[in-house]
């Protein structure tokens, strides 16, 4: 049984930081590409980090970029997202999910329909 589970949400204060992780299970880690996405309520869900667990290659949406770093340990099969010089606009609930990669290239790239897997998401919440 596939689970993706996160963890890490909470809220903070603007300028502040938070680490998300997401623990996989049930599938083969190495072959799957991992990403972070975000949605709030009445909007799209957004890509904002991926990650080739093969390679360790990473892409960023531009609104996070030089603010938060997506990075993984192998050995316990789990992505996290640093998330630094947080925003009010951050705030959203944030899902982990993985996508098959060929060969650890990452063709999902941050579009939320080509991921598989998902978990049940951690909220994030900045204040001003």
């Known amino acids: 049984q596939v689970q993706l589970v996160e963890s890490g949400g909470g809220s903070v204060q603007a300028g502040g930081s938070l680490r998300l992780s997401c623990a996989a299970s049930?599938?083969?880690?190495?072959?799957?590409?991992m990403g972070w996405f975000r949605q709030t309520p009445g909007k799209a869900r957004e890509g904002v980090a991926q990650i080739s667990t093969m390679r360790s290659s990473t892409s960023y949406a531009d609104s996070v970029k030089g603010r938060f770093t997506i990075f993984q340990d192998n050995a316990k099969n789990t992505v996290y997202l640093q998330m630094n010089s947080l925003k009010p606009e951050d705030t959203a609930m944030y899902y982990c999910a993985a996508a098959p990669s060929y060969g650890g290239t990452c063709y999902a790239a941050l579009a939320p329909s080509e991921y598989t897997y998902w978990g049940q998401g951690t909220q994030v919440t900045v204040s001003s």
């Open positions: 049930g599938y083969v880690y190495s072959r799957h590409c």
